[in-house]
């Protein structure tokens, strides 16, 4: 079984940064993508940054254009999202999602739904306060 597991997640001031990190572990897992959503609730889980995981594309939500950057360490099985210049409507709880080799390439030239990835982690609540 495949398990993900986000962390970093806390409390920051507007204007500050945060670094949010997925590990996953588990079950031999061949990734093509990992992603980054944020959901509140009662709303549809909104995309934010996604990577092919040998690195050699990644995709912005404009909501997070130019305020984030999203790496990965394939030897540490990690993904990391550092966030700046954070703001009260970035408040939200983030998931890390991974999408399996099985399902084919990830199109970088548009953003992907939360159904291009087919495992997820629990969350971590990023709390921006104004």
């Known amino acids: 079984q495949v398990q993900l597991v986000e962390s970093g997640g806390g409390l920051v001031r507007a204007g500050g940064s945060l670094r949010i990190s997925c590990t996953f572990s588990?079950?031999?897992?061949?990734?093509?993508?990992m992603g980054w959503f944020r959901q509140v609730p009662g709303k549809e889980r909104e995309f934010v940054a996604a990577i092919n995981w040998r690195g050699i594309g990644t995709i912005y939500a404009g909501s997070m254009k130019g305020r984030s950057t999203i790496s990965r360490d394939s030897a540490k099985n990690t993904m990391y999202l550092q966030m700046n210049a954070l703001k009260a409507e970035d408040t939200d709880v983030y998931f890390c999602a991974a999408r399996h080799s099985r399902d084919g390439p990830l199109n970088f030239r548009v953003e992907p739904g939360a159904a291009d990835f087919g495992f997820w982690g629990q969350g971590t609540q990023v709390t921006v306060s104004s």
């Open positions: 588990g079950r031999s897992v061949t990734t093509e993508a």
